[in-house]
């Protein structure tokens, strides 16, 4: 029976988790990257092929690569950006000279992600990465004083806020602080943050996206993608876009992938089948707008990556990473399209079966509750977030050919 690759996030040798960790939990595939290696540098054949010799060593395979980090300088189209483009082309080459074939990355401006708190308290007693959008306004208007920020609110958005605010402790203050920056690339070590990385500095990263609108931001991803993709072709390399998260409006920075819309756009500017899609369920997920099973059946031919995780939204903005198989999601649904998807691939000769999924984060519990770790990349979390996923691939599939 054809069944999805089931793949881990793994950090590095750093990683609480160890490989053998991962085989425990069943997982075959590995996803990985170079984090050691500054943004925009060239990944070297010999960078690549030790990290891969140790995940294989481990009995596993480096399935894909999350992420080759975008440099700010090219989403700007600024500086040394040509030069970075040609070093992200060489890291492409470089990859498919060793074998890995797929290629994560986002392109959102300065944060790769944003959560207002790393450890939301769950109803049964775990935590979670959680997304407050009035812990959100309380940074922007009051800790932050972003310039233009009390543009974006609503007289009633703004008193709300403020109320929220009064209410805050300096120590919550600074969770939220802390839990903003940690989606920051560079800026924190094992995601604690640098007390020397001021939030002037901060500021200054979003001020560098002040004349960039969505549409220059489009422009700037498209000329990219153009430049790109014909390396990644050559090399045998699948380039898959990871959707914003969250997929709105944050900080005044501009957003191109968070709609259905917005893939649409992608793949008609880039027309071409290495041009692919990470499909992040949580992500697109938490805009009640995105339809994810028709978004699936849409765009399934240029799905190139899977993550599956589930939000829990409010009717304010904000949202909570809920269990795998919970909250929002039609998780059944997305599988079962993902599934129908793989069959057409299979009847229309195409080599890429595997599509490659893993469990996208998952709740700090049990013992992983008394240690440190990467926020939402727990051990204990993913193993259960895996295991009923696995248990409903399964499921689906034995119903389909019954």
Not at 40 to 60: D, F
Not at 201 to 226: A, G, P, T
Request: net charge negative.
């Amino acid at each position: 029976m054809e069944q999805f690759e089931q793949t881990w996030r793994w950090y590095g040798l750093t990683d609480p988790v160890s490989l053998n960790d991962v085989k425990q939990a069943g997982a075959t595939g590995i996803v990985s990257a170079l984090h050691h290696i500054p943004n925009g540098e060239v990944w070297s054949v010999e960078e690549i092929q030790t990290r891969k010799s140790i995940i294989e060593k481990a009995g596993l395979r480096w399935s894909v690569v999350e992420s080759v980090p975008v440099h700010e300088d090219i989403k700007r189209q600024s500086g040394n950006f040509k030069t970075y483009i040609e070093n992200y082309k060489q890291t492409l080459i470089n990859l498919g000279e060793c074998g890995i074939d797929t290629v994560c990355y986002n392109f959102m401006p300065v944060v790769d992600w944003t959560r207002t708190n790393l450890d939301y308290p769950f109803k049964d007693g775990s935590t979670c990465l959680g997304y407050s959008k009035w812990d959100m306004a309380a940074f922007e208007l009051y800790l932050l004083k972003r310039p233009g920020a009390i543009e974006t609110y609503s007289k009633t958005e703004i008193e709300k806020a403020k109320k929220h605010f009064d209410n805050l402790s300096e120590l919550q203050k600074k969770q939220i602080t802390d839990s903003i920056i940690a989606g920051l690339p560079g800026s924190s070590k094992g995601y604690e943050i640098d007390e020397k990385f001021a939030l002037e500095n901060f500021q200054k990263l979003l001020d560098s996206y002040n004349d960039i609108n969505v549409d220059r931001m489009k422009e700037h991803l498209y000329y990219f993608l153009s430049e790109i993709t014909p390396a990644a072709e050559k090399s045998g390399v699948r380039l898959c876009i990871h959707p914003d998260d969250p997929p709105f409006f944050i900080l005044g920075l501009p957003r191109v992938m968070s709609t259905a819309k917005d893939v649409r756009d992608l793949f008609r500017n880039v027309d071409h089948p290495n041009n692919g899609l990470t499909f992040c369920t949580g992500s697109f997920g938490a805009r009640e707008d995105n339809d994810l099973i028709e978004m699936v059946k849409e765009f399934g031919f240029r799905i190139h990556f899977v993550h599956l995780r589930a939000t829990k939204r409010d009717d304010e903005g904000s949202f909570y990473e809920a269990d795998h198989l919970d909250g929002d999601i039609d998780m059944f649904g997305v599988m079962k399209a993902l599934i129908e998807e793989q069959n057409r691939r299979k009847l229309n000769g195409r080599s890429d079966l595997r599509m490659p999924f893993r469990p996208d984060h998952g709740h700090r519990m049990l013992h992983d509750l008394k240690t440190k770790g990467n926020p939402g990349y727990m051990e204990i979390g993913r193993l259960r977030g895996l295991a009923e996923l696995r248990g409903l691939e399964l499921g689906i599939r034995k119903s389909m050919i019954s």
